[in-house]
C-alpha cells in the first residue's frame, strides 16, 4: 500500500458555497501541478471522489489515510461540522504520531474570519483568502478571481513542499470520523 492522494480537500459543504470550493480546487490542482515539477497532482474531493453506490464513510477514511496532506478550507461552520473536524482531527494525529516539529501536514485556506475558531486552529499560520470568496458563479469572471488565482498559485507552492516532505505511509495511519456532535468553538483540539 501507498499514497493515492497528494491532498486531501476538506470543506463545509454548502451548496451556495460549493462552486466556489470546486474552482478553488480545481486551481489548486492545476498549480499543483506545476509546482510538483508536473507530475500529475492527485487531490481527493469527495464530491468528486465519491460515486453512486460508493460507502461514502469507507471512502472519506479511505482517503484521509492514503492522502498526503490536508487542504482545508477554514470557517466557522467547518469547525461546527463533525465531519470536517474528523478530517483535521486524523491529520493531527498523524502529525504527532511522526514528530514533525513545527511543521505540519495541514494546509488551511482562511475563508472566514477567525473569531469563532477553536484557540488551535489559531495557532496554525493560514492563507488568508477572505477577500475573494464569493457565493456567485459569475464571480469567476471578474478581476478578483485573477488576484485569486495568484493566490492559489503562490499556496500551491507552499502545499507542494508539504507533500514533498510528507511522512513515508504508513497503513495504520488514523482515519475514523467522529460520532459525537461537534465541539463547540472554544473546547481546544488539544486534548484529541
Not at 56 to 72: G, T
Request: with cysteine.
Amino acid at each position: 500500500m501507498s499514497y493515492e492522494y497528494d491532498v486531501f480537500f476538506s470543506y463545509k459543504h454548502s451548496p451556495r458555497s460549493l462552486h466556489w470550493h470546486c474552482e478553488v480546487k480545481d486551481c489548486l490542482e492545476e498549480w499543483l501541478t506545476h509546482a510538483l515539477g508536473g507530475k500529475s497532482s492527485r487531490i481527493f474531493m469527495d464530491k468528486e471522489s465519491i460515486t453512486t453506490g460508493d460507502r461514502w464513510r469507507d471512502s472519506l477514511r479511505h482517503a484521509l489515510k492514503h492522502s498526503k496532506c490536508l487542504v482545508a478550507i477554514w470557517s466557522p461552520a467547518y469547525f461546527q461540522s463533525r465531519y470536517c473536524l474528523s478530517e483535521w482531527e486524523a491529520f493531527r494525529k498523524r502529525e504527532a504520531l511522526c514528530d514533525l516539529g513545527v511543521k505540519g501536514l495541514v494546509a488551511p485556506i482562511q475563508y472566514h474570519d477567525f473569531e469563532f475558531f477553536p484557540q488551535d486552529a489559531k495557532q496554525i499560520q493560514m492563507t488568508d483568502f477572505r477577500e475573494h470568496t464569493s457565493l456567485l458563479p459569475a464571480y469567476w469572471d471578474t478581476r478578483d478571481a485573477v488576484v485569486l488565482g495568484e493566490k492559489i498559485r503562490v499556496f500551491a507552492e507552499s502545499v507542494a513542499r508539504i507533500i514533498n516532505s510528507a511522512p513515508p505511509f504508513d497503513p495504520s495511519w488514523p482515519a475514523e470520523l467522529l460520532d459525537h456532535k461537534p465541539l463547540q468553538p472554544s473546547i481546544e483540539l488539544a486534548k484529541l
